[in-house]
């Protein structure tokens, strides 16, 4: 078949799209709501446009070829730009019915989730928001795919491609319960060192964290006891015990049974920002959502 726009079927590219975000005629089918005889035929069409095999089976699904692999940028950037062509030109958040897909860690539930649904079901009781786990090697791939519409980073875990915006500056403070020994007194650097910490690590196995580089540079260190995945637990274990954490402010805030202070030294910061892929970049809707999340997060 010659290739000539005239002869290309747009859905066709859309299946090209499915197969090589699937890499299995199988789930690209599921993904298009088509049978797998249908998305074999167009697969077999694309095969003679493109005058190439563009897939080759393989044991676990099918790998593309060398001239797949360069239609996939270009297809992405063609679906996308037909999306936007198609979305209305307005975007009503009171009669939107859509549902909007987040990337977050268990600390921006907190800081900038929570606020963010506060002004969403009033501003636009239609829009359902899903909520789902930051994997950073899955994240770009998924942000492109369209499976996940937004993401909650900082600058230095933002990959490359991606547009991002700063949302706010966050700051540590030190935690405890509030009748531990130490709370409402000031709390010196050699009692800080003295005490027993609590570390939240995401990869939940080590005991070095920002605290620690602070501590080094003033030749002083401090004993980490406890090492945990996430900041949910946190509250539960000083309670029940005379350790201390270092945490984000906004975690700290409204905590009931706490006492927070300063910490001793002073513990580098970090900014919170969100990131999207440029096929949502223009999608009024997305930008209408993105908008709220700034003006919420910078609530304080």
């Not at 690209?28 to 035929?41: D, E, F, I, K, M």
Request: hydrophobic share 45%; aromatic share 6%.
């Amino acid at each position: 078949m010659k290739a000539d726009l005239r002869t290309l079927d747009l859905n066709l590219l859309k299946t090209l799209d499915a197969l090589l975000d699937e890499r299995s005629v199988t789930r690209a089918a599921s993904r298009l709501a088509l049978t797998q005889p249908a998305v074999s035929g167009m697969l077999n069409r694309l095969r003679d446009y493109f005058n190439d095999p563009l897939f080759i089976r393989a044991p676990h699904g099918i790998v593309p070829t060398a001239r797949a692999e360069e239609l996939a940028a270009p297809v992405k950037r063609i679906l996308a730009d037909i999306d936007v062509l198609l979305q209305p030109v307005t975007f009503d958040p009171l009669t939107a019915r859509l549902t909007f897909t987040l990337a977050a860690t268990d600390y921006a539930l907190r800081a900038v989730v929570v606020p963010f649904i506060a002004a969403l079901k009033v501003q636009a009781s239609g829009i359902r928001l899903r909520v789902v786990p930051v994997e950073p090697d899955r994240l770009a791939a998924r942000l492109e795919q369209g499976k996940i519409d937004l993401a909650l980073l900082t600058p230095h875990t933002t990959p490359d491609e991606l547009h991002s915006r700063a949302l706010y500056d966050e700051r540590y403070v030190c935690m405890m319960r509030a009748d531990h020994p130490d709370a409402g007194k000031p709390l010196s650097l050699d009692r800080f060192c003295a005490l027993e910490h609590v570390l939240v690590s995401y990869e939940g196995e080590s005991f070095r964290g920002v605290t620690d580089d602070a501590l080094e540079k003033v030749a002083r260190m401090r004993h980490v006891g406890l090492s945990v995945s996430n900041f949910l637990v946190l509250p539960d274990v000083l309670a029940i015990s005379d350790m201390i954490a270092v945490v984000p402010s906004r975690i700290a805030d409204n905590q009931t049974g706490m006492f927070v202070c300063e910490t001793p030294v002073p513990v580098p910061g970090f900014t919170k920002s969100m990131a999207w892929h440029g096929r949502s970049h223009r999608n009024p809707a997305q930008r209408w959502l993105r908008g709220l999340l700034l003006e919420t997060s910078q609530r304080v």
